[in-house]
């Protein structure tokens, strides 16, 4: 590959990538429902002579190129948005009320596209993968694409998110873990009703509740290694009929993290031992449902050393950061981690001006940080396929 090529390339249609990112991010769809992205999609891949499958793990898009008979590389991009009303008021704001892409999906599809086109123009030995993938959000759709056959005859699979905390220009690499694994806990607290004026004769299921949310956070820093990190965030209580009478039922429901796979595998059977005991303390019982959601993100050390030596060679040793904490956010991208082996790169999207976090009705990355990704990520697919060719 010509590096100076390749990058006027990118160059020269750096706007259109701009203006494509634009126009989903100005018509979000939400987990599962990403048709009409789906269809935009397709339409540009077709175009530029890409083999497309479409309605691949439900609403999402597989596309191929270059012989495939020896092996492929794989890029994995997420397509969906979130529930959150914008508040950036941009000139492409979310013309959907209540729904926006506040966590980079839009700026992530303008990279693969874009890595679509260069891909395009090279002589590769092996075949390119780019697996436009649903409901990332709700860690669903890459077992949904999973599951339709979308990682069959790969050999490796790169990904990316964007990421607030660096600088537009740069990009972040991370050995082992990049991201936690993720769990929803469900707490039903059975009590026993009576007045509000002798709760002596009942038993409050809202104080019950309140012994459990505070307990388990000290039980966390007490029986378990303080060096592996476990966050428990209940985000929604819901239980009492009126002010006076005591509740006889409370619902919990919230969230886990932990970056250690060992832990977390043991983590329902210590939940429902140590949350029964702490409503029975109180006199109440306590059902306790735990859902694996994802697993973490464990980056292959090979080929994160191929980012990391591809982002090094595009942007030079000194925007390539060595992430020291990986995050407790969650990602998908895991489920493919386990079928093959790949890594994820972080992509700095904070202007001058800084960036609001992911997640935030107010997320507005700097969108210089597409011709960034499409530039590691090219580099990262040449240089895997000269190692395939020495390996085989």
Known sequence: MNRDYCFKKIDSFNDELINLRRHIHAHPELSGLEKQTAILISG??????WSVKESIGRTGVIADFGPLDKGIIGLRVDMDALPILEETKLSFSSKVDGVMH???????????????????????????????QPAEEIASG?????????????????GL??????SVG?????????????????????????????????IDAIWVASKVISGIQELI????????????????????????VLAEKVNLIGTVRCTNPKLFKNLSNWLKANISSLAKSCGA??????????????????????????????????NVIELQKPSLGAEDFAEFLNEIPGAMFRLGVASSNGCSPLHSSTFNPDERAIAVGIKVITESIVKLNKDLINKY
């Open 44 to 49: 540009y891949l077709k175009n530029i002579g």
């Open 221 to 244: 820093t007490r029986k378990l290694d303080p060096l592996d990190p476990l966050v428990i965030t209940f985000g929604k209580i819901n239980g009492g009929n009126a002010f006076n």
């Open 161 to 166: 998110h964007v990421y607030p905390e660096l």
């Open 142 to 158: 890459a077992r949904w694409m999973i599951k339709d056959g979308a990682a069959i005859g790969l050999t490796h699979i790169l």
């Open 102 to 132: 506040a966590c980079g999906h839009d700026l992530h599809i303008a990279v693969g596209l874009g890595v679509a086109k260069i891909i395009r123009d090279l002589k590769l030995d092996f075949g390119i993968r780019i697996i436009f």
């Open 170 to 202: 740069t990009i972040g690499i991370k050995e082992g873990s990049l991201t936690a694994a993720a769990g929803e806990l469900k707490v039903e607290i059975k009590g026993k009703s009576g007045h509000g004026a002798r709760p002596h004769e009942g």
């Open 285 to 318: 019982d306590a059902k306790v449902i735990f859902r694996e959601i994802t697993p973490p993100v464990n980056n292959n050390s090979e080929i994160n050393k191929v980012l990391r030596d591809s982002g090094i060679k595009v942007l030079g040793q000194e």
